[in-house]
């Protein structure tokens, strides 16, 4: 569930090391979700950019 809130990759890849899955066996077991984390940017958006 944690990962379809995830924001970016970078966080998706922490919630995916928490549970101790290597890339290859997140893709084998989740690969919805490994598609959706595909569409993520890679880190987060500066917050500073919106505050204009």
């Known amino acids: ?3 379809w809130m995830a924001v970016s990759k970078a ?3 922490l919630v ?3 549970h ?3 890339e290859e066996e997140f893709v ?3 690969p919805e ?3 959706y984390v595909q569409g993520l940017p ?3 958006p500066h917050a ?3 505050s204009t």
Request: no cysteine; proline share 0%; net charge neutral.
């Open 33 to 35: 979700l490994a598609k």
């Open 16 to 18: 995916r090391r928490e």
């Open 1 to 3: 569930m944690r990962i």
């Open 11 to 13: 966080e998706a890849r």
């Open 20 to 22: 101790q899955l290597s």
């Open 28 to 30: 084998d077991r989740f």
């Open 48 to 50: 500073d950019e919106n």
């Open 42 to 44: 890679d880190t987060l």
